[in-house]
């Protein structure tokens, strides 16, 4: 059963850094097809902030493209999200999400990032 541990969320002043980590417990990513970052803000929906394939392309959204980087540390079976130049509209529940390729996802149980003006 692969479990995800997310950690690295936080209170950051404006303009701050964090890097959240997702880490899986089980051998997932040689049948990774693709993870992604969610964050969540309190009465609003959900929004996909950063994607990663297989093959190592990358997505974002409009609102963070430039300050959050999402890549891939496959010795540590880990999804990392640099977020930098933190806003408070960023302040959010930071989850991560990875799918195989047998079409299987996998949740992590979220992160508080707090980005206090």
């Known amino acids: 059963q692969v479990q995800l541990e997310e950690s690295g969320g936080g209170l950051v002043q404006a303009g701050g850094s964090l890097r959240l980590s997702c880490a899986a417990s089980?051998?997932?990513?040689?049948?990774?097809?693709?993870a992604y970052w969610y964050r969540q803000a309190p009465g609003k929906q959900r929004e996909l902030v950063a994607t990663?394939?297989?093959?190592?392309?990358?997505d974002y959204a409009n609102s963070v493209k430039g300050r959050f980087t999402i890549s891939r540390d496959t010795a540590k079976n880990a999804v990392l999200l640099e977020m930098n130049s933190l806003k408070p509209e960023d302040t959010a529940v930071y989850s991560c999400?990875?799918?195989?390729?047998w079409g299987i996802g996998y949740w992590g149980q979220g992160t508080q990032v707090t980005v206090s003006s």
């Open positions: 990663i394939t297989s093959g190592g392309s990358t």
């Open positions: 999400n990875l799918v195989t390729i």
């Open positions: 089980g051998s997932i990513f040689g049948g990774l097809a693709a």
